[in-house]
């Protein structure tokens, strides 16, 4: 079965400071792997996904996330934190039975000005 | 404008009382799903619909109810069995075949009084 774990439920940086988010999973095969981003009150937004080929992705927003198989890892990463970008974040892994992902339980990013 | 429209944004339910959210998608998708969330818990798949007049089972379906008739569609219904249905429920869609990135609507807050 699949499974994902985010370790740290919530994580406070300051503005202008790097970010990293850590993310490991459990998958059988090569995983498909996403972040998505949800600000209070809304729906999720992709914000990068992995399937193959280069393990370091980059994403909307300035994000990019590195696969690491050996490490079972997936984290993302920001150089600079801007405030806008303060919300939940999600990590998934993807899904052999009709695109099912298996969701993380978030972690949530506040940024001091 | 392609996209996923959930409604009502907030819906009110005294306790005992049926409640249908409503999930709509104009982006062709095949499959289709609702999770539930709740604080600190991530996203827990309830339905998922692979197909029209097709839908299986998620993690946590007892007391939901879903039809999958027209393939831009795919209605929630409460019941009143469902024990603890005060939540944010997400309705999400994607294309078929593994390891597809999914498109959340806006989501819709359910309060049982």
């Known amino acids: 079965a699949q499974s994902v774990t985010q370790p740290d439920i919530h994580i406070t940086v300051s503005e202008g400071a790097s970010l990293e988010l850590r993310c490991n999973y459990s998958?059988?095969?090569?995983?498909?792997l996403f972040w998505y981003v949800q600000s209070p009150g809304q729906g999720l937004q992709l914000l990068l996904k992995?399937?193959?080929?280069?393990?370091l992705v980059q994403g909307i927003k300035g994000f990019e996330a590195e696969f690491k198989r050996s490490q079972s890892s997936f984290n993302l990463r920001k150089p600079s934190v801007h405030w806008s970008d303060a919300a939940e974040y999600f990590c998934a892994v993807g899904g052999t039975n009709a695109g099912k992902s298996t969701f993380g339980d978030g972690t949530t990013l506040t940024v001091k000005p | 404008d392609g996209g996923i429209t959930q409604s009502p944004k907030y819906l009110f339910r005294k306790e005992g009382q049926n409640v249908t959210l409503s999930c709509e998608q104009n982006?062709?998708?095949?499959?289709m799903y609702w999770y539930r969330q709740d604080p600190g818990q991530g996203l827990r798949l309830i339905y998922y619909s692979q197909i029209v007049n097709d839908f299986q089972k998620g993690d946590i379906a007892e007391g939901y109810s879903v039809s999958r008739e027209k393939k831009e569609s795919f209605p929630l219904t409460v019941t009143s069995a469902q024990k603890n249905p005060t939540a944010f429920y997400l309705c999400?869609?994607?294309?078929?075949?593994?390891?597809?990135?999914?498109?959340f609507g806006p989501g819709t807050r359910l309060t049982v009084l």
């Open positions: 998958y059988g095969a090569t995983p498909y």
């Open positions: 999400a869609s994607s294309t078929s075949g593994q390891g597809n990135e999914q498109f």
């Open positions: 982006l062709n998708h095949d499959a």
């Open positions: 992995y399937f193959s080929g280069d393990t």
